[in-house]
């Protein structure tokens, strides 16, 4: 069974970094496609950032380029969010989310692409 647990959130100042982890059990982690999604309150879960199977590809959204960086490690089943230059927008629940790809470049971009989530971990930037 698949099981993703999400770690490293947290209470920080604007300007200030945070890094978020995903480990994965139940799972060849080298067979999934993985992803970073978010959501405020009143808000829909949206998408962040996602990397491809050997973590060769990565895709990130425009409004965290530049800020946000995507990484796994596929030796220890984990995936990494290193968010840097946070802002109070950036606050949120952030999610991890994996799905089982075929493809070797892939990096899904849709909620509906995921079939495994992780609860979530509480970010919080405060001004």
């Known amino acids: 069974q698949v099981q993703l647990v999400e770690s490293g959130g947290g209470l920080v100042q604007a300007g200030g970094s945070l890094r978020l982890s995903c480990a994965a059990s139940g799972v060849i982690f080298s067979n999934y496609g993985m992803g970073w999604f978010r959501q405020a309150p009143g808000k829909e879960r949206e998408f962040v950032a996602s990397?491809?199977?050997?973590?060769?590809?990565?895709d990130t959204e425009d409004s965290v380029k530049g800020r946000f960086t995507i990484s796994r490690d596929n030796a220890k089943n984990t995936m990494y969010l290193q968010m840097n230059s946070l802002k109070p927008e950036d606050t949120a629940v952030y999610y991890c989310a994996a799905t089982v790809l075929r493809s070797t470049i892939t990096t899904p971009a849709r909620v509906g692409h995921y079939n495994y989530w992780g609860p979530g971990t509480q970010v919080t930037v405060s001004s």
């Open positions: 990397i491809s199977r050997s973590g060769g590809r990565l």
